[in-house]
């Protein structure tokens, strides 16, 4: 049978996350029978919640895709809350009892999932009494999952992950980078490595450059404490921009197993040139929308109202090899943008020929809301001569494929069910794309009189429109 035996240990359970993703992606494991029979989830966090109440809110945070209210019934009796302070040891005993008594309840077999779905500052704290206090079992098999971010840079991510290595091994974490488990981020290495057509002309005298864009449509909206301390060099190109730079341009994995994908992908990110930070990236921050339908960054909720963080960032990312020297690789994130969408495009340089006034050759990889690709040729025209016009062979998911298919949280949280960490952000990863922010970061922190601004709902500020003009290039999606 399908059936895993697990005891989920929730830490951060009355959050945001737990309840918009994690309940959900449980639910949906359950309703397809990867967790049945024996499965428990202690949820903890500060609050005082009962039992009942706990349940009514996983109840709610699968409302909409329950198959029945039985079934929604039978699940959640499946979840117990124990209120719980992380810094107090004496909750950890109490912790263990109720685990223990799950375990031989559910006949789990000492199978345990630790999820950090907290604030980064207590994952030591945690994991260091997780194992002092014996809540890690002999008997079978303990896994972390640990949220984002992984420190705020190379020192302190090294520091938690010192912290954490103390109490539990690499292979025991599992650390979130949820693009990783989106349907079209997996496709990238799909769709290179399993088509002639792609594979053979993925190089550095065939492209012309790689663009990727995570565009968001909302502001800060509640998370402005941390975001102003963040910014979203590291709360988006750390993780998720540089794990899709890797997966685009790694070489070919000798298989797909964790080890050999790792390799490529370390190899890669250890390979990204130091950017000349003033000519080649660009930060913004957005300002109030010119219909006045949004605020300014610095009008949010717990900003500074001086602050000079950056709510976008575009850049030129090289890489210091020969394979991919002379291609650029342009990143843009932002928030406030005029629409959501994370997308791929990949732009072919012109052929030699003489003959045509040709349009560029472009294949875009959606990655959301839209999922799909779409691939740009030269058509000719129906008629007399012999004139051009651009086609575009499309292969988009539907919508009901869309909602059909397994979110990334699902994916990801079956992945640690198995034990496959393919999927989720090695410490060499983290640690490579933390030296490549930093530096960045310094740059940018050296000089802090100003950044620049871009309206709400635009696609950022003027520079980053400059910096693909510089190389004669431009933004392939805009509009
Ligand atoms: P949240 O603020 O909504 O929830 C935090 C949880 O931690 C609450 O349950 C709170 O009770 C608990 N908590 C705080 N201090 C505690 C203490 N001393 N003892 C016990 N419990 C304590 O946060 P969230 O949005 O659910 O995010 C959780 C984690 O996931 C964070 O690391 C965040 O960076 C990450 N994350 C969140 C999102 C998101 O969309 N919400 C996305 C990506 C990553």
């Known amino acids: 049978s399908k059936e895993k035996k697990a005891l989920y240990i929730i830490f951060g359970a ?28 202690i949820g903890t966090a500060r609050r005082e919640w009962s039992d009942e109440h706990y349940q009514n809110v996983v109840k709610k945070a699968i409302d909409d895709i329950k198959e029945s209210d039985k079934d929604a019934e039978d699940f959640s009796s499946h979840f117990r809350y124990q209120s719980h302070n992380v810094k107090d040891s004496e909750h950890y005993h109490t912790l263990k009892e109720l685990a223990d008594s799950l375990d ?23 994991t260091t009494h997780l194992r002092d206090q ?35 091994d690499e292979d025991q974490l599992y650390r979130i980078d949820h693009y990783l488990g989106k349907e079209m981020v997996q496709t990238i290495l799909a769709l290179r490595f399993s088509n002639r057509i792609i594979q053979d002309s993925w190089t550095s005298e065939n492209l012309s450059s790689i663009q990727i864009t995570l565009a968001e449509n909302l502001g800060v909206e509640e998370r402005g404490e941390y975001y102003d301390k963040s910014g979203a060099l590291r709360d988006m190109v750390q993780n998720h921009v540089l794990q899709i730079v890797s997966l685009l341009t790694m070489d070919e994995p000798e298989s797909f197993s964790t080890e050999n994908v790792r390799k490529e992908k370390l190899a890669l990110l250890e390979s990204l040139k130091q950017p000349n930070v003033k000519d080649e990236f660009v930060r913004g921050q957005y300002q109030a929308s010119e219909d006045g339908d949004c605020k300014a960054y610095r009008d949010e909720e717990k900003v500074d109202p001086d602050s000079l963080t950056e709510t976008f960032v575009a850049g030129k990312v090289v890489i210091d090899s020969d394979k991919w020297r002379n291609v650029p690789i342009y990143i843009r994130t932002g928030k406030r943008m005029k629409e959501k969408t994370s997308r791929i495009d990949v732009l072919w340089k012109k052929t030699d020929q003489q003959l045509f006034d040709e349009s560029d050759s472009l294949l875009t990889i959606h990655i959301s809301p839209k999922e799909g690709l779409e691939l740009q040729l030269n058509d000719k025209e129906i008629g007399p001569g012999m004139h051009l016009r651009p086609v575009t062979l499309s292969s988009m998911r539907s919508e009901e494929t869309i909602r059909k298919s397994p979110e990334a949280y699902e994916k990801l949280l079956l992945d640690v069910l198995n034990g496959d960490e393919t999927h989720f952000a090695h410490w060499g990863e983290v640690a490579a794309s933390w030296k490549y922010v930093d530096h960045i970061r310094q740059a940018w922190n050296e000089d802090l009189e100003s950044i620049p601004f871009y309206p709400a709902h635009s696609m950022g500020p003027k520079e980053s429109d400059e910096l693909l003009a510089k190389d004669g290039q431009k933004w392939l999606y805009n509009p």
């Not at 639910?27 to 989830?41: E, I, N, P, T």
């Not at 006949?107 to 945690?126: D, H, K, Q, V």
């Open 134 to 168: 014996e809540l890690v079992t002999q008997n079978g098999f303990n896994r972390v999952i640990i949220e984002k971010p992984f420190g705020t840079d190379l020192e302190s991510s090294k520091e938690l992950n010192d912290e954490i290595n103390a109490s539990f």
């Open 14 to 41: 009355t959050g945001d996350l737990a309840s918009r993703k994690l309940y959900p992606a449980l639910y949906r494991l359950y309703s397809k029978g990867y967790l049945k029979d024996h499965f428990a989830v």
């Open 104 to 126: 031989s309840e559910y006949a789990i077999e000492g199978n345990r999932l630790f999820y950090l779905s907290m604030s980064p500052t207590f994952f030591g704290t945690i």
